[in-house]
């Protein structure tokens, strides 16, 4: 299996016409999926590759993928890759190797994907998160907004209206000043 241009490219006319509107659900089941952990702007995607993986499996499994326990698996196998930052590197390889392993896994024909076993997220990462460019960073934002987290200038929970609305962004995680007064050497973010 290869995901890269060329193999996209070199895809003969007849198979893109047979898999198009199955990847095409694909991707719109991908995006439900990321807006359900609160990722609901593209910039916030922690790896732009992982919806390629998420439209991939749910191309692939079609309805059996809408369930609440295979999303509830599929959702360990996102927070694992994403907070282990384990798509920084080797993208394409790991998407080969991913997709299958989730397949199988999400249809019970085998053990979970060998990318959550090898995901590690070091508690003293936390620490060193400060821009918007790490994957980690990026999902530490979405599970703050899916617990509830409210906006630092209005007040507000996050929610889809109040994001496009208030034009919220994720530049900060905790507020410069808050961090200060809380005896933090350093706050965890910096402006866009």
Same mark, same amino acid.
């Given at each position: 299996?290869?995901?890269?241009?060329?193999?996209?490219?070199?895809?003969?006319?007849?198979?893109?016409?047979?898999?198009?509107?199955?990847?095409?659900?694909?991707?719109?089941?991908?995006?439900?999926?990321?807006?359900?952990?609160?990722?609901?702007?593209? +910039?916030?995607?922690?790896?732009?590759?992982?919806?390629?993986?998420?439209?991939?499996?749910?191309?692939?499994?079609?309805?059996?993928?809408?369930?609440?326990?295979?999303?509830?698996?599929?959702?360990?196998?996102?927070?694992?890759?994403?907070?282990?930052?384990?798509?920084?590197?080797?993208?394409? %390889?790991?998407?080969? =190797?991913?997709?299958?392993?989730?397949? /199988?896994?999400?249809?019970?024909?085998?053990?979970?994907?060998? %990318?959550?076993?090898?995901?590690?997220?070091?508690? /003293? +990462?936390?620490?060193?998160?400060?821009?918007?460019?790490?994957?980690?960073?990026?999902?530490?934002?979405?599970?703050?907004?899916?617990?509830?987290?409210?906006?630092?200038?209005?007040?507000?929970?996050?929610?889809?209206?109040?994001?496009?609305? /208030?034009?919220? /962004?994720?530049?900060?995680?905790?507020?410069?000043?808050?961090?200060? =007064?809380?005896?933090?050497?350093?706050? %965890?973010?910096?402006?866009?």
């Amino acid at each position: 299996m290869s995901c890269n241009r060329d193999a996209l490219l070199g895809l003969p006319l007849h198979a893109y016409r047979k898999h198009a509107d199955a990847v095409e659900r694909g991707f719109v089941e991908a995006a439900g999926f990321l807006n359900e952990h609160k990722i609901i702007w593209h +910039r916030d995607v922690p790896y732009p590759p992982q919806i390629v993986g998420l439209a991939a499996t749910f191309a692939i499994l079609g309805k059996p993928a809408q369930t609440a326990a295979t999303k509830e698996k599929l959702s360990r196998w996102f927070w694992s890759v994403t907070l282990g930052e384990l798509y920084g590197s080797s993208t394409e %390889s790991r998407l080969a =190797r991913d997709v299958p392993e989730l397949v /199988d896994w999400l249809s019970g024909f085998a053990g979970h994907p060998r %990318s959550i076993d090898e995901a590690l997220f070091q508690r /003293d +990462r936390l620490r060193s998160l400060r821009t918007r460019i790490s994957a980690a960073y990026k999902g530490i934002h979405a599970l703050l907004m899916r617990s509830g987290c409210r906006d630092f200038i209005n007040g507000r929970p996050t929610d889809l209206m109040t994001f496009f609305n /208030d034009k919220i /962004d994720i530049h900060h995680i905790f507020r410069r000043a808050g961090a200060g =007064r809380r005896g933090s050497r350093r706050a %965890s973010s910096t402006p866009s």
